[in-house]
Structures are given as structure tokens and as C-alpha cells.
């Protein structure tokens, strides 16, 4: 037991590194790349502390070269997927009464190990296994899982400093405990940050969690996991079990025990866990908590008083970054006719200077798509993009996946406001562009916010104040993360909370004290000191 009032150390964003070219930071990554390409890892299950191999394995390769295998990952079942769930619980008393300064602890030592020893290690696992180049990896798996686990703390101890005012005679206090069984993480591929954060949120408050990684970012994650292991988080606080989807998800969703969700992923799959725990809500010894972020297809809208060379890089940064492969990533674009000559012959040259290739070479801007079956839909889309009269090909247009997944940062030109890839997520680096007549400016922003399901992120580039103002009142339903002349990627931990509704999630905003407030389920306590002897309340006296 310890006495005191703790307060943790006030967080800073981690300085992102710059790997420039002569820098011992940069040498070293290479050194890591080179150590980590050259073996074969063999990854099991981990289930309250203890290394499980099933012998039912997939192969986990690079996706910018295929033929390259870097891991072989065990995969759970059902059984052991209930016996994670057995771990969760039966970890779950002692970690919900360890002192949160205690578990933030374990959090702070998280980051302090990625900022130094671990950072290589990481952030090569996540250039091979996901196919980042450096800068990428490094604001990903290094920067913003340090500011996480950071910042998280920080909030965590805001959060328990919540608490109710209290009358004369009582003691009013508010308990933020943990929630009443276990928590079910399922992790995307794209971002290793994402990854190690949806079950070490909960986790940080109190929860234990099953981790279900992605299949395609299992390399890192396992050496994430390792380092949780390192920072002393104890046995069966995190479990990470790989494997199917649909049969993990169907044992834990199924468990009476389940008390939230923490998701990142597709939003059709999103849409069946929804359902799936709708079915069994008879089950549950509690209401669990559903916090999801899914998809989107993020926009750019430029208004004539728009910067060109600024709404330009924009948009290239903006949806070519990791092969537009981020949530957040501009996939649609609303030009003015006025400023569409000029910048479509900045988008063609721009495009047309990025090079693509093995993130081994940090001369390359992008890395290949993720798998075997992003790749098809990457294809089919731009085969029918060709094939269609009324749209063009701006730049790009081609794809191979002889030795890797690649596909070419493509800028396609479209007649129809309401197109296919004007619409549908695509996650991969494709921008589809509708050139509006200037005059029609309000059905611009019309179809702008109401042109797909999703509400994710958003930009608009204007110069003049009260249009900016206007478009930022007109636009407000559309993003949950709105950028005014910059790109609609890149939120910070701390800075630009991050999530958003209508299809595109719950809008829980990670990187906020709103995600870490969705794990805990607050008590009241009313204490009085000198309670009434006496059943009679005064009015009850005689005139």
C-alpha cells in the first residue's frame, strides 16, 4: 500500500526522428532491418504468461516482397481462445487492486524502452511486416505509441482526480473502477501504435484484455508484446492470441463475461461484431462497452481562394503517405474549376517524382499494399476506372504484384460527384478528384458532406476567413477530425484527438481522457459523518 497524492510526469510529444542521410540513427535502423530480414521468428500465442504453439501456422511475409517470409505465428482456436478468456479473468482482481500509479507505471516504462532501446526494433519489425518506410514507421510505432502510453497516464490521473462536490456533514466520492469481466481488443494492420493501444488503454484503468492482432501485422505486434513483458507487465493482463477473426471473435462475443470492445478495423466487420453482440445481449452479466473506429474516405475540399502548391502537397502527402493505407487518408477531392489547371500539372509532376519500392531503400516514398486481396480490389477498381468513359486517369494507373504488392499512386478524374471511388473505401493509393464549376459552390460542399456514409476526417484550403468559417459550420457533421490548410492525416496524441461517427465509429477519441473514461464504470460513495437519530423531519411538527 502507498500513501500519497502521485502525479506523473507531464507528458511531451516524442521528437520524431529525421533518418537523414550520414546519421547514426539511420545506420543503426538499417543495422536492425538487415538483423531482422536475415531470420525467420517463430510466434506463439500468449496466454497468461505462457508461450502456447498450436502447430497451426500461417506464414508472415513482406508485402513488398512476398516471397520473403519473416515470421511463422501460431493461430488460436477455440479453445484457446477461452483459455485467454480464463486468463483475463482470473488476472483481473489483482490488477484492478494494484494503485494506478503502479499500472501507469508499467506504461511510462513502455515508452521510455520504444524511446530508446526497443525504437529499432519496432520500427524495422514494422517496415518489414506492414511495408512503411522509416518516416512512417517512426511517427507511427515509435512517436505515437510513446505518446500513448504517456499521455494516457496523464489522463488516467485526471480522470481519478474527478470527483463531486460534497455537502455539510458528508464525504461524496466518485470510484472510477475497472470494468465487471474482460476486455476484447481486435487490432488493425496499418498502424502498430493502434495496435498496442486498444487492449493497453484499458488495461492502464484497471482491465485485463484478449488481444486479437491482425494477420498482417504480426510481427511487430509480437514485439510489442514482448516489450509490455519487459516494461514488468504482469502475467495474463494482456493476451495476445492470433488467428481467425470470425472464430476468435465468436468465443469471446459468446463469453457471459464480456465487458468491451475495443475495435479498429473495417466497418463492415464492425457492423457484424455490433450484431453479433445484440444476439447474445441476454448473455452478459453486463451491457458491454462498444468502442470502434472503422472506416473512411476522408476529403479534401479546395475553394477558389485555395493556396495551389499548398492544397497540391496536400493532397499527394495526404493520400499517397503508406499507400494511402491510413483511416485518415484524402481519397476524395472537390476542386474549384478556376484552380484545377494549375494544380492538376502540380499533381501529375509531383505524383509522377514518388518512388515505390522496398522501405529498405529510404530513397522510396511508398511500399507496396498490404496483401494478396488488397491488391485485387486496388486492381478491380482501376481496371473499371479505365474501362469507364467518364472518368480519367490522371497519373498513374498501374499495378504488379510479381514480387510485391504494388500499386501506383493513381489520381483519377471523375464526371460524377457520386462515382464509386467517390464513394467506397478503398485503402489503398488511389484519389479520385470532382472539378466543380465555380458557381456552384454550395452544391460542391453539399455533395461534399453528405457524398459518402463515412465522417472520419476532413480538410478544406481557403484563404479567405469568412468562407473558412462558413465551410467549417457547413462540413461540421461530416469529419470528427476537421483540418483547416493541411492535409486530413497526422493527428497527435494530445493534440488532435482522434475518431469519427456516422459509419466511420463511435468517435471515442483516442488519445484523449474521452477513450479512457469509455473502461471505467464510476461508483458513488456518500459518507455522513453524524447520521440523523430521529424518523420525524421538521415540518411534521404541530402549529
Known sequence: MTHGSFRVPSPVNEPVRDYAPGSAERASLRAELERQAS???EIPLLIGGEEVRTGNTIDVVCPHDHGHVLARAHLAGPEETARAIEASIAARAEWADVPWEERAAVFLRCAELLAGPWRDRVNASTMLGQSKTCHQAEIDAACELIDFWRFNAFYAEELYAEQPESGPGMWNRLEHRPLDGFVFAITPFNFTSIAANLPTAPALVGNTAVWKPSDTALL????????MREAGLPDGVVNFVAGDGPTIGATAIADPRLAGIHFTGSTATFRTIWRQVAENIDRYGQYPRIVGETGGK?????????DVPSLAVALVRGAFEYQGQKCSAASRAYVPRSLWGELSELLVEMTRELRMGDPADFT????AVIDARAFAKHRDALAAAQADPAVEVLVGGGCDDSVGYFVEPTILVASDPSYDTMRRELFGPILTVWVYDDAQLDEAVAQCANGSEYALTGAIFARDRLVIRKLTHDLRFAAGNFYVNDKPTGAVV????????RASGTNDKAGSMLNLQRWVSARTIKETFAPPTDWRYPFLGAD
Open 298 to 306: 476522408d476529403f479534401v475540399f479546395a475553394h477558389p481562394s485555395a
Open 364 to 367: 522510396n516514398f511508398l511500399g
Open 494 to 501: 494530445g493534440q488532435q484527438p482522434f475518431g469519427g461517427s
Open 39 to 41: 531470420e525467420v521468428v
Open 220 to 227: 511487430s505486434n509480437w514485439v510489442t508484446m514482448q516489450m
